[in-house]
């Protein structure tokens, strides 16, 4: 009888902890990866602009605003849930590599896509061929003419 309060009291802490407030991993993992790719894309446009600290700051929160909007969350509640991974190490580590391999996944299926609609075309791959070609007879012609 004594464990099974033990018990109920430690489910209703978990569930508790884990309701409104918290985002699931898989959700999460998803806001993180745009997240990380918003703070990639805005220091690479940034990248050659002098003194451009302000605009930085202001164009990655209205881009981190419109992610919150995306997923139907508030600033506080992405905030929240990050930092109970930060807090377990071992949880944070599982989010961030899930993260990872959300984004290379993205990509694959991103690049896969262009290449549905863009294929290459084969004229280029014929003048990829002669040009390969010339190379290997501009060859024979050095090796012959030692």
Not at 1 to 27: N, P, R, T, W
Not at 50 to 65: G, I
Not at 94 to 117: C, F, H, M, P, W
């Amino acid at each position: 009888m004594k464990y099974s309060i033990y018990l109920f009291v430690g489910l209703f802490f978990f569930v508790g902890c884990f309701s409104d407030k918290h985002i699931a991993e898989s959700e999460m993992k998803a806001i993180v990866w745009e997240m990380t790719s918003v703070d990639e894309y805005i220091k690479f446009s940034h990248s050659k602009q002098e003194n451009s600290t302000k605009n930085y700051t202001v164009e990655r929160d209205t881009l981190y605003q419109k992610i919150f909007d995306l997923h139907k969350i508030t600033k506080q509640q992405f905030y929240t849930t990050y930092s109970y991974y930060k807090q377990n190490p071992e949880k944070f580590k599982v989010l961030i590599d899930s993260s990872l391999a959300y984004g290379l996944r993205q990509r694959r299926t991103n690049i896969e896509a262009v290449k549905e609609v863009a294929p290459i075309s084969p004229v280029l791959i014929h003048i990829n061929k002669k040009r390969d070609s010339l190379i290997r007879i501009k060859k024979k012609e050095l090796i012959k003419s030692q």
